[in-house]
């Protein structure tokens, strides 16, 4: 018996090279059938809430929103040191920061700023990959980094104010949990559990083949360049993504537990 499935991923690296043995049929998929379908992050958060996949990507920081209707895989977790979205502006700007575009209301780049800078005003949601150039442009005083967006930043006359996930580190002692893998409560648990064991196969399969998947990766990435690639593979694939482990487990509690704002 087939085990249908609706798959939701963003098109980064770091989810395709990780699903690229699912996907692309290159280990036995155990009987499920298994339909893919590639958004945005905050698409990805907004379907989340919707329960509209039946196994869905999302942020981290979304979780105490859906706990009702997800639950967390131990696999295919975004989290770990120096991944963290990075606070840009404008090169040689120094007026206070008050307005800031964030790559969705819903994602924990937001929660992020909202604990770690409670003095920023304004946030404005807009997508990741058009924060950069708005920045440039000066319709924000300053703006939030993910995804490929944090390696190249320099190209648009850009520097660094905070990288988030070092803050993170620095004030809570622990890995940055960005994204997760969710699995629909109304499926019943064996499923659940033979698709997280799957996933994890296909991880592993990832880290023995890592240049299996670079058509499919590049085929969905935005910047196409090898070097970038690998480094955002690196920086959010890691052993956190085959298990969360005791350390992220702790991580993931830290982020979504209801928490005081740090003073700058």
């Known amino acids: 018996m087939k085990h249908k499935l609706r798959l939701a991923i963003s098109p980064c690296p770091n989810d395709t090279f990780m699903f690229d043995a699912i996907v692309n049929g290159r280990i036995d998929l155990r009987g499920f059938d298994i339909d893919v379908e590639y958004h945005d992050i905050e698409e990805l958060n907004a379907m989340a809430l919707r329960r509209e996949a039946d196994i869905t990507k999302c942020s981290t920081a979304l979780m105490p929103a859906i706990a009702e209707s997800y639950v967390m895989l131990d696999s295919g977790a975004a989290l770990g040191r120096g991944n963290g979205p990075l606070l840009v502006r404008r090169k040689g700007e120094s007026m206070p920061i008050r307005h800031v575009a964030v790559p969705g209301e819903h994602t924990t780049a937001n929660a992020l700023i909202m604990r770690l800078f409670p003095d920023i005003e304004q946030r404005t949601p807009m997508l990741f990959s058009d924060i950069a150039k708005a920045v440039e442009r000066g319709e924000f005083d300053a703006g939030v980094l993910i995804h490929e967006g ?93 298990s969360l482990g005791d350390e992220g487990r702790r991580a993931v509690e830290a982020l979504i537990r209801p928490y005081p704002t740090v003073s700058n």
């Open 150 to 242: 944090r390696f190249v930043f320099e190209r648009e006359n850009l520097e660094l104010v905070a990288d988030l996930g070092l803050e993170w580190e620095r004030v809570m002692g622990l890995p940055l949990p960005l994204g997760s893998i969710v699995a629909a409560r109304d499926i019943d648990e064996a499923t659940i559990v033979a698709f997280e064991a799957l996933l994890r196969e296909s991880i592993a399969y990832a880290f023995a083949h890592p240049m299996v998947s670079r058509d499919y990766v590049k085929s969905h990435a935005r910047e196409l360049d090898d070097d970038v690639i690998d480094k955002h593979i690196a920086l959010f694939v890691n052993d956190f993504s085959l």
